[in-house]
């Protein structure tokens, strides 16, 4: 189904956050104030790779105005953070890392004060060698960045006999694939207010993807109980990926325990882009063959993942990308060696599509070359491979049967955007101006969703009947744009039968909502589902049978309802919310604990659920300069039932930006392990201007029969089959096959003499 | 450095503050003024999260220092309308123009300046007239429409021109 | 947003009411003060710490000579310094005088910035995207410097070597552009290639004046490419081929070659010389290429 507002119909839904957002009202984190709160800073690492000698604080703690100069020995607790292994210093001991190391934090009476203490703060390096690549850091005489060396994790996956079976295609293609240091860039940087009271609980109010993990992660720094830790985690300005590990709330917690004052800390975007994760840069090579029929018979593939300073996710998203390599296709000789590597640049991790972006734009790659070389139409190509509905996962995995790759792939086949591009047959010109160049294209993949096998999944929530008459529900979830509010409000008005003004929905409190798992891995409308499937029922029976009591109806004659419960035949309400929570007193209250659903089969990362998405797009190039527009974009999306329809454009629209920009024009540019692109005046994110191209998407809604799990995330599956098209649409219209991205202007420039009819003068 | 007695109307109120003169406009309403509808994002006027109109014209709060607009008319978000919303902020609630909303305040106010600009914008003057609010949420599709609505354009960028599925 | 330094430490800010005051009061100060237009560059280089906030501003929103747009001797439009870019794009003056200049101006920035964002600011950058333009329509200044004021062409302030330090920039004129209306077609283009579809730096730009005649013959040509971190640069070679003679093909891919070979560009991490180089050269062959078959009416 072509997938928007008047399509949409009455599911259309405005999103209950949306009056605060779009009046300047809302209080985001970061805009949060305290009386007699004090402003922190962090010193960040003048270099990207050093022995720390000594750190001299005394001429910043003499400075007037500053309460507090933090370093290594002011850590109660652990000194180190991560979230799977806990391996970067909270503040420097002895060596720094990355140029995003903490060594000390100060806080002072305002922002401008802290930072000239920074200023004051005297610390002497010893220059290390710097390793600014994985090839580097992979030499013999390379410096150890850790104690087990420079290799985090390898991965290693293998069926059949890919040596020989190369032997027995037809064709065979080979390259090398790399892409960028991508930025999240989120528009609300890091930040939030961080307080102690009396009792000696501390509450945090800053941004994460998971605040029960940031909460375990506080009590082992702080060697404080998690009890006597409150996170508030929402709302966030944007996250994707990037807030989910800690970044201020260490020094914001030590320095409020310090001074006794809240503190704010708010990342300036220098500070955020020195100190904060990016997508991790990869390399992978692909070696695939295809038999006389174009099916794909063989497949190796080499992954060199270059994970910066410290762990963070750095394993998990190369196993994602391991799980990735194979797409939703059918083949049965392959190997996958991945090894993700410690570099000092900066630290890589956590960013939507989690190593399936990289990935995906190799295997992609790869098939439009074999369609190439065979002359088999690249769509066509896809076809002739694609998995079954019950086929096991790309790992041989257990996975839910689904038929979304058929789906998507017919979806786009069938779209006017690739009808109207085949009529037209072959690059295309533009009649006057002949260094323009028309060219479409086309990529598809399968996207799992959880956090893969191995890793614990949890998740839950709980629903009641509040004291004031509410339908409430409680996640741990958070809000950073993706839409889970209106998520939660559309299921439980579709439910109950309510409307939104009876519901109360608490997300983000660890004190207020029990645990439902990370805001990630397109995880929580699944868990919200899951959740709700079990707590509804609950509630209902008991709501109906205390109003059975009040009313004098039999239960099996009572539905809930808009405002409270109705008769099954359409009168009502007969009782209100309020009135039954008046007679219940709150206790009708409900908490379920969910798993999110995972492979039975032990192999690591695996996956269970999958989306799967095409996307089809149409480009210009303008050879006088190298210069790429997209003009039109057309997403297939199989993801079960669309459960908001604004929430699911705007998430498809989003990913589809995202990936615009680190296909054409997104690097955070390293040399020497320092940043060049400081700024979002040399970080060139996408503007409107950049986002012209008419978009249109097709939203399959359709499951398995017996699928019980209803509507699957979709948070991330925009983001992760785009780049591919484009470059596919490149090299349609100008026979260029692009490698690398961001797309290179140098590599799509041509000279104007060979384009005008005239002979090529060199 | 000898402060600045900073007198301007902010939504419609007179303020007067004694601040350094080059204290950028930006801290002067969130930090003084306590309007933090306008929001802090790059600081160096590249994102527009801190648009604001001052006399009318649409600049970034950010690059703005006090002694730049003493005297002048200043509007924030907070000041957009009083009681009802402003058609600009009903058409974004309508057509989903804002995700997590961080970047909606600046845009809304170059929406407005915009259409203060041209009424009935074409989409070349929209693209122009909003290319310096980034959005790295939405992808501007949902922005666009917004636009669209409220210059009644019902065919506008981004939004599919036909209903039935191919 | 932070400027990180003790609020005493902050820069003084004066506001003078005349450009001598100004200038001698910027003389007086030397290094520590800078003056101020918009601010827009100041606070850029602030915010990215490639330049140390100063002691002193020196702001020139009073001065009057810096302000307004009016017509001037010989049909020149003369800007103010301080005129904002939007000023200058609105300007009727300047639309009919030299509408490849408004289209440069489009395209530097974004539009809330264009309201703050000065001509001057642009113009004493060295690297402004503007430049390129104003060099193609031959334009002049007035600048005070040395105690006085000062008319000269552009292209001479920006090659002085022995430039006064302190010179204040108070007045540009704009020449009109040869729209060839009597005499034929116009050649005038701007080109600006960025790193994205709006709001870049640039990687290079280039700027074409001159006319064909009836005859079909190019009269005043003038090819100056710049920006992306290039001093303006007028693109001689490739005017001689062209200047009093025809357009022909052949003669077209020669003038290509020469701008290539002779545009010095610079090279950064986003580019290298040699595509800036030959990016020029296309957008300047195409241009051309478009109208070579021109035939006078």
Redesign the interface.
Known sequence: MLLDKSTAGARWHLRPDGMEKVTGRLRYLTDLKAPGMLYGKVLRSAMPHAQLVSIRTARAEALAGVHAVLTHKDVPGLNRFGIVIPDQPVLCEDRVRYVGDAIAAVAAESPEIAAYALSLIEVDYVPLPVVDSPDAALRAEAPMLHPQGNVLHRTHYARGDVEKAFHACAYVVEATYRTPRQMHGYMETEGGLFSWDADGRLTVQAATQHGYKDRMQLSRILAVPEERIRVISSPIGGSFGGKDELNVQPYGALLALRTGKPVKIHHTRRESVRAGLKRHPMEVTMKTGIDADGKLVAHSVRIIADTGAYATLGAPVLNFATEHAMGPYRMDHVLVEGRSVFTNNGVSGEFRGFGGNQVIFALESQLDRLAAQSGIPPWELRRRNLRQPTDPGPLGNTVMPTDGAAQVWQEIQTSKLWQAAESEGGEKHVPGRPWLRLGFGAAMAMHGSGLGYGIPDPGGGRLGLNAEGKLEAAFSFEEFGQGIMATLEIMLMELFGCDAEDLHLMIGDTDKAPHSGSSTASRSTTIAHLTLSELHPKLTAAMLVAAAEASGHDAACLVTGRGGIWLEDGEGPIISYRELAARTSGSLCYEAAVHFPVTPDPVTGAHFLYTCTAAAVRVEVDTRSGTVRVLEQAHAVAAGPVVNPMGYIGQIEGGASMALGYTLMEDAVMEEACYRTENLDTYMLPTIADSQATFRIHAIEELPPGDPYGPRGIGEVGSVALAPAITAAIYRATGRRIDRLPVRREDLIMRLAGQTGGEETL | MKALMWRAVVNGQAVQLSVPPTRLLLSLLREELELTGTKLSCGLGRCGACMVLVDGMAVNACLVMAYQCQNREITTIEGLASQELHPVQQAFMEEGGFQCGYCTPGMIMSVQALLGQHPEPTEEQILQGLSGNLCRCTGYGGILRAVGRCCNKMESPGQADETSSV | ?????????????A?PRGVQEAWQLKRSLGERAVYSG???LL??QW???VQPVPFQ?I?L?RLKMLRGIHVSDGGMVEVGAMSTL?ECIADPLLTRSAPQLIQAL?QI?????R??ATLGGNVCSWSGDVLPALLALDAEVSVYAEGKQLRLPLDAWLNTSTRDPHALLCRIYVPPAADGAEDGLSLAMYAK?G???????S?VTVAVAGRFTKNGTVRGIRIVAGGGGAAAQRLTAAENLLEGGQLS??R??AV??AIRNQYQAASD????AE?RA??A???V??HL??IKDFKAP
Do not use: I
């Open positions: 947003m932070v400027l990180p330094g003790l609020p005493e430490k902050l820069p003084h800010v506001l918009g601010g827009t606070r850029t915010e990215n710490q501003l702001a929103d939007n489009r920035a974004a539009p809330a910035v309201n703050l290639v790193r994205r579809q709006a709001f870049t730096a990687l093909k052949e077209l891919f290509s070659d991490a986003f580019a290298g595509y030959e990016a050269a296309n957008l062959a195409a290429w478009q």
